[in-house]
């Protein structure tokens, strides 16, 4: 029984020698984990300010579309009815304002989508009566 309890208590320290190693490689892996989850969430953290930050800029910087080009804004036929409707013109003052024919100005208000204006002068006075009052006009 003796020696039984001696074979036991030997192979104890034996593994306990040999698992030492790797609980202190274990504790020193799990405090560099806990390290890098920090980090992860610091930068995570600073990476959601810089993105609010770069919206914040590109709002401020982003160039609105003067009434010179109106190169990218979309015209329907509902705006200008609506337009000449707000601003208390007919067609035909509508049609003089913007140089444009009153025939224009009915099949503008007649289509069913986006009204396709070529020529930039026409966008151009569209625009600015949009942005003008009733008494401006």
């Keep these: 029984m003796i020696l039984k309890d001696e074979i036991q208590r030997l192979a104890k320290k034996e593994i306990n020698?040999?698992?030492?190693?790797?609980?202190k490689s274990n504790s020193v892996l799990r405090k560099t984990v806990t390290e890098h989850k920090r980090h992860i969430a610091a930068l995570a953290?600073?990476?959601?300010?810089l993105s609010a930050q770069q919206g914040k800029i590109q709002k401020q910087t982003q160039p609105t579309v003067p009434a010179q080009e109106g190169g990218d804004i979309w015209i329907y036929s509902k705006g200008i009815k609506?337009?000449?409707?707000?601003?208390g013109?007919?067609?035909v003052?509508?049609?003089?304002?913007?140089?444009?024919?009153?025939?224009?100005?009915?099949?503008w208000e007649r289509k069913a989508?986006?009204?396709k204006i070529r020529k930039l002068e026409?966008?151009?006075?569209?625009?600015e009566l949009k942005g003008?009052?009733?008494a401006e006009v």
């Design 17 to 23: 020698q040999a698992v030492s190693a790797l609980r």
């Design 122 to 127: 026409v966008r151009r006075a569209l625009i």
């Design 113 to 115: 989508s986006r009204v």
């Design 82 to 87: 609506g337009l000449r409707r707000r601003l």
């Design 132 to 134: 003008m009052k009733k």
């Design 89 to 91: 013109i007919s067609q």
């Design 45 to 49: 953290s600073e990476n959601k300010k």
């Design 93 to 107: 003052e509508l049609a003089k304002l913007v140089c444009a024919s009153m025939n224009t100005v009915t099949l």
